[in-house]
Structure formats: structure tokens, C-alpha cells
């Protein structure tokens, strides 16, 4: 396959022209009306079925200099590059808005070209989930990261290498085994790693808890041992199951209220917490008052998805990340589509299951990106998926030949990328532009 | 990290001593008491905790010849070949009873040290998922695969590559589209490519229904059209829904009389079908009878895993596939664990989901392989796993402080190996003798 040659490493990323469509962070912020319509505007019953003009579909057309969606073998990822920045446009100038640092999290894209453009110059700040992601943007010149999974004191001698690189790399703790280790293995290693403390905002996984004694008695561990309090961080991941404005924004000022508690225990205690990081794209996105915050870490923000969708986060049109599919089969009589896109390429992830519209394993769009509507991918096994119309729905089922191709929005873009070895990078059209490998992997 | 070498390439399949203790396929063929105790036996509540003497885990430790499961940094894979030795063992015992020929499906372990170990010799039938697959086998060795997936029209100047190159590859088909694609594409590089008729066994995804007409018609074409009719294909993915022995063996025999009676149409009409494929893990292991079957395809009883427990095709001792996670955190209030293993390391199936018994995302053993009996991964985010007992558990949430490794069964082994690069390769005991690559994409 002719694919696209990888672009060169440390090109800094342009900011597009402004794409903001009257669709910024917080939609309509005036009441949950405005956030009722501005979900419903995401969600899919409402979309219409594609111009009849689009065209017929040219499965596995070659010759161009260029290859084209046509062109790869299915199933592969399509990452689209101006929708990205025009998500990137949007949150850079939100967190302005709010006075806070943006920190993204890396973990939605897990490629070195992606990280390159999601921060622009290199040496912005950063968030990563795996030490393998911070040895690869390390090495690509990232130098201030989070490593946002508490740390397992074994991963300690690979947090040193990176800090003996330069790379301002920090950890996550919430207990004293942890602070233990990395105060022993700064006092080995000769220089402090500075460490966050990890608060609990919504209970929903790590954390201290707001109020508790040993936030003040872990950041004196941390100051006087060896290592160095970096500040606090809380994650409020149960910002995915509010489905309302008011809720959204409640939990938003209630991620910050816990940050920045944490922060006023640490300074009363006359120790400093330079740092206050809160996150997760929803809680940032529907955030209106930060005061007191210094950073927002956000991942999923960068390549949107269904969940964002249905969160209210984005529109469809906000969706970067896609699964070009090709149909093999048919079973009219139940009304299905065979696609070779299955859970090894679209993940097993279920993440609108729970939410107001589910959108089964995936919403199916024609190759050019247009969602049918009610078109879903219903099951998934490892290599087929099967494709129908959404439950309810009086739209028939579209017509699409065996060799047809698709594209399948995920419910979950983090769960989809790391299916993949590579995006076939598109910038609103059809043409494979950049061919960007993803880090997979620890 | 201080990995062992992976083996060379092409090497043998030595058979195992006889492991088989008394739990060979239809494991008590004699009612459905029987399997209930069959089945009962490899559930996790019955499960003892890990003797008293099984003596401390050391995470971390470093320094010997060989690393072991206590020194790669965590989340990482085990496959113990042991076992795998032993499944392999059964199966090649029950499909030789079975007078059938074993075409094992090699999209469970997607690795070439593995398939040559599965194959024994790579000049063995075995089933792939993906041309990949079909590329990497073919070039260790592989000469005679099946790609069970319906093929998309655009693929076949692979299969064409493939088949110059003396692969015996063939296609399924279940449409005129996709039969007069084989057909032009076989006459275009002057070479039948062979193709099988996929016959829909059980509703649950592809095929042509059994009696239907196309079956001769399709079958005709492609033998008149330039290709080779090599016969019928059918796959009873229904059995993972099949929850007694009864159940269970009317399947399979569902599962040989769809098959055959297509083959049987076939002959009927003058055509030949030298090949009548049926497969599934559960609906091989579950058969009593294969008259006028020809070869079973069969993939994930190699590693099993935790559907197949509690399908009652393998006990708990039989699963040749784990994590190894570390403990790094603690909410003693909510009864949890937090460890690194999220769903980047074990992925989102939720195979146990719907069966007697759920296990979540995945049962927890020691680092020797022992599950605790009720310790199960209850949520997981992108890489935090959360632990506790499961639903109903008396028993208490073992004291597992920060730094523990554990291991934990997955849900589904075809799954979870995809999330990862490689095999640590261990032989029962915790080191790692080999490493095998996994191969990932399309």
C-alpha cells in the first residue's frame, strides 16, 4: 500500500484558521434547555440521510498519486486533522478564557505527530498514562509531563532515566508506600521527584480523600524525604455519567472545590503546592470558574467521539477519529449488514450503553463522513461487525453493496485508537495526507 | 528490561506428556447433571485461597540470568506454554476420536512462535483472521490457510500474492458479489482461487441459510466462473450462548447436519466439496459425532480463558493466559484495589457478562497463577483496574499491599492478547523462558 510518509519529527504545530462555529466549550450556558437542545443537535435521530449527489463509492481504486480513503485495506483509522485543530482551537481558547494552563493528556492520541500538533511547541506541558508514552514524546522533545496513573514503585528507575534526560517528568501518589518509594529513590538517585498528590473528587477510583490528615501528612512526607510536593491532582471521571447542565457544572466546581482545598490544607500547613491540577474533557469543557486551579489535564477532547457527543462536549461534526469499514455481506432478512470491521478495530468499548442514546459498537457514516442516521454497528465479533438500523427507527436500511466503504464513529476514541498501529491522517477531504504510527504498549 | 531472545524461527511442536486428568473434551458425556458439575467445578466461588506457605511476592527483584514474572515493568502478558501444551493435547486427541482433521484458528494467539507450537509442523490446515496473520504464518512456513472472514473484494490482489507464492490460501464467500469477484479476479491471474461457501448454522451473523437455493447456484458459479469450489464453511458462534451439555451437543450436531446437508446439496447437483468446515471452540469440544465433517476449526481453546470455564470446555487450571498487574493503591472504605491493569491491558470484553457466573473483567490469582477465589477486576478505566470481591463474596479482600503483582484471567483471551506487543513465555513456573511476538493490524 502506497501510504503517506511519516511526517518529520519535531514540526511545530500551525494554528488553524478559527473554526469556532458558535459551538464553544459550555454550548448555551444560559440553563438546561440550552443544553437539552444543544445535545439533542448531537445526537442522531436528527441527522439526515446523505445529498443524493454524494456519489458512488470506488472501493480500492489505485493509480493516484495520493492515496485516498479508497485506497488502504480495511478495516484502518482515519484521523481528521482540521477537525482535530479546529477541538484544539476551541480548548486552547477555553482554558484562556478560564486563566488555567492546559495540559493535555496524551493517552487519547498515543503518536508522536499527533502530540507534536496537540501541543504545538513541544516543550508545552503534557499529561501521559503509560511510561512508554512518556519515553516517546520525551524523545520527540516533550519536557514537562504528568504521569497520571498512580505510581508503582518498581516504574521508579524509568522516571529517574527520564529526569537524568532533562524531561521534567512527575508522578502520582495517594498512599504512604507510594511516597515511601519515591522519597527513597530520589534520596538514591540524588534528585528530588517531584510527585502530585492524588485527590478524590467523585469516588468513582483513586485518590485521598477532601479533608483527610494524611494529604498534609503525605505532602511533609514528600517535602522532607527527598522528594519534592509538586502539588495536587484530582480526576472527575464521574463527569461521564452527568447527563444535564446543571449537573456537569456542579461537578466541574466540585473538582476544583476538592483541588484547591487540598491545595489550601497543604499551604496552612506551611508547605507549598505549586501545582493544582484538575481534568477530564468534560469537567473542563463545562468549567466556568476556575479560580484557584493552575492547569486542566483533557484528552478525549482532541479527537472527540460519541460519548463527547452525547455528553454534549461536541457535535458529530466534532468527531475526528473514525474506522473505514468495507461491507461483505448482507442478511436482509434481519435486517443486517456484514462489515470486516469488528471489535479488533472499533474496540469493545460500550461507552453510550448507559447514556440517553446508545449508540451500540459504533455510528456508521458514508465514506465521506456523513452518519446515515440510525445506522449502527449492533454487535461486534472479533473481525465482522453487524450493522442495522438503530432500534425504533422507521428509516429503512440504506443500500450498500458488497465492496461498499464506511466509515464507523466509536463510542470511545481512546479505546479505538489503541486497536490501531497508525492513523491515515485526512484534512477534510479524501486524501491520505500523513501517515501517524501510534505508541501501543507500557 | 532484560528479556529472553525469541526462539527461532521454524522451530518444532514436541507433544507434551499426557496432562489429560480426567477432563477431556465432553468431559462427562452423560446428562446434564454431570456437565452442571463439570461446569460448577471451574466457577470461582468454589476456588480455595492460595496455601499459607506461598511466600512473599518480591516486585521488582533483579539480577538473575532470567527475568521473571517479578521483573518486567507491568501491565505485560504471560501465556504459560504448559498448559497451552496440554489444551493443544486434548484437542488433538478428541479431533483424532473425532476422525476429523484440526485446522486450529489462529486469531487467539496471532503470534508465529505460538501458531508453530499449535501447528506442530506449519506445513499443518490452520484458520486465520486477517491477511496479516496469512502473510506472517506464510512467511514461517505456513503453505494451507483458511481466512474465515468473508472477503472484501478489494483484498483479493493479496490472497492472489499470497496464492504465487504457494500458499494454499482459500476465501468464504455467501454472496453473488463476492463470488464473481473471486471468479474475476482467479480468471484475471490465471490461477482458481479457492473459495468456501459459508452456510449460516445458527443466525448469528453471516451465511447462506440452509436449503437455500444460492447454495448450488453460488457453488456452480464459482466452479464455472474460473474459481475453485472448495467446498462449505459454518461456524456455530451461538455456542458461547449455550449454557448445558445439552444445549450444547444439539448445537454442534446442528452445527455438522447444516454443514453436511450443504456439502450433501452440493454433490447432489454435480459439484464437488472436498471440504465440509465446521468450528467454534465450544461446538468442537461438545461433539460427539462428526460424520461427513472434514475438519474442525477451533482457536481460543490453545490459551482458554474465562468464558470457556464457565462454558465448561476448560476448568480454571486450564487458562494459559494472564496479566501480571501491580497493586497501586487502596479504598478500604469501598473495598477496592486499585492496580495498573485497566482496559488498555485486559480490553473491554465483557464475555462473562451474560453467563451463571460473572466475572467481571477478570478473575485475580497470585503471581503463581492461584486465584483468590472471589477477587475480581470489578471496573476498568483506561490503565487503572479496580478490585473486590465479588457480589455476595463472605470472604474478605485479601491484604495485598502497594508493589503486590498479581495475575489475572481474562474474559476472553482473543481479546485481551490483541491489547499487547508480546507473550512472556513461562513453562508453569515464573520465569520467562521466551518471548513471542504478537502481530497486530491488517
Known amino acids: 500500500m502506497n501510504q503517506a510518509a511519516p511526517p518529520p519529527m519535531r514540526q511545530m504545530w500551525h494554528p488553524p484558521e478559527d473554526p469556532d462555529h458558535g459551538k464553544g466549550p459550555g454550548c ?22 446523505p445529498a443524493a449527489d454524494a456519489g458512488p463509492v470506488h472501493p480500492g481504486q489505485e493509480g493516484d498519486a495520493m492515496s485516498t480513503l479508497a485506497d488502504l485495506d480495511t478495516p484502518f483509522l482515519v484521523l481528521d486533522r482540521d477537525r482535530m485543530d479546529a477541538n484544539l482551537a476551541r480548548m486552547r481558547r477555553h482554558a484562556e478564557r478560564l486563566g488555567v494552563t492546559l495540559r ?46 498512580g505510581i508503582a514503585p518498581a516504574k521508579l528507575p524509568r522516571v529517574i532515566a527520564l529526569r537524568k534526560r ?57 517535602a522532607e524525604g527527598g522528594a519534592e510536593l509538586r502539588g495536587v491532582l484530582t480526576h472527575a471521571g464521574e463527569s461521564y455519567g452527568c447527563f444535564t447542565l446543571s449537573e456537569q457544572e456542579a461537578l466541574a466546581a466540585k473538582e476544583r472545590d476538592v483541588a484547591t482545598g487540598a491545595a489550601e490544607a497543604l499551604r496552612a500547613a ?21 479560580t484557584g486551579v493552575t492547569e486542566v489535564r483533557a484528552g478525549v477532547f482532541t479527537l472527540s467521539d460519541l ?12 468527531m475526528a477519529l473514525s474506522v473505514v469499514a468495507t461491507v461483505i455481506g448482507h442478511q436482509p432478512d434481519r435486517g443486517w449488514l456484514i462489515t470486516d470491521a469488528g471489535f479488533m478495530a472499533l474496540s469493545r468499548d460500550r461507552g453510550t450503553a448507559q447514556m440517553p442514546v446508545d449508540q451500540g459498537f459504533g455510528l456508521v457514516a458514508d465514506l465521506d463522513g456523513r452518519p446515515f442516521g440510525d445506522l449502527l454497528v449492533l454487535k ?55 501517515t501517524w504510527p501510534i505508541e501501543r504498549g507500557w
Open 28 to 49: 448555551n450556558p444560559s440553563g438546561e434547555d440550552a443544553y437539552g437542545a444543544c445535545a439533542a443537535r448531537a445526537f442522531g435521530p436528527t441527522i439526515e440521510l
Open 104 to 149: 493535555p493528556h496524551l493517552k487519547t492520541v498515543k503518536s508522536v505527530p499527533a502530540a507534536q500538533r496537540v501541543l504545538g511547541d513541544m516543550a508545552n506541558p503534557a499529561t501521559v498514562s503509560t511510561l512508554q508514552e512518556a519515553e516517546a514524546f520525551a524523545e520527540a522533545g516533550c519536557t514537562d509531563m504528568i504521569y497520571a496513573v
Open 166 to 222: 532533562g524531561v521534567d517528568l512527575a508522578v502520582v501518589v495517594d498512599n504512604a508506600a507510594q511516597v515511601d518509594a519515591v522519597c527513597a529513590a530520589s534520596r538514591d538517585a540524588g534528585t528530588p521527584i517531584p510527585a502530585l498528590l492524588e485527590i478524590d473528587s467523585d469516588g468513582h477510583r483513586s485518590g485521598l480523600r477532601p479533608g483527610d490528615p494524611q494529604i498534609v501528612a503525605l505532602g511533609r512526607a514528600l
Open 270 to 290: 506551611g508547605l507549598t503546592c505549586p501545582v493544582v491540577s484538575v481534568g477530564s474533557t468534560p469537567s473542563v469543557h463545562f468549567a466556568t470558574d476556575m
Open 307 to 318: 460519548v463527547m457527543a452525547g455528553l454534549g462536549v461536541g457535535g458529530l461534526d466534532d
Open 380 to 434: 461486534t465479533n472479533q473481525e465482522h461487525g453487524i450493522l442495522g438500523m438503530r432500534e425504533g427507527s422507521a428509516a429503512p436500511l440504506p443500500e450498500l453493496p458488497v465492496g461498499t466503504r464506511l466509515r464507523i464513529y466509536p463510542n470511545h476514541a481512546c479505546a479505538t485508537v489503541a486497536m490501531h498501529p497508525s492513523f491515515a491522517v485526512i484534512a477534510g477531504g479524501d486524501e491520505i495526507v500523513e
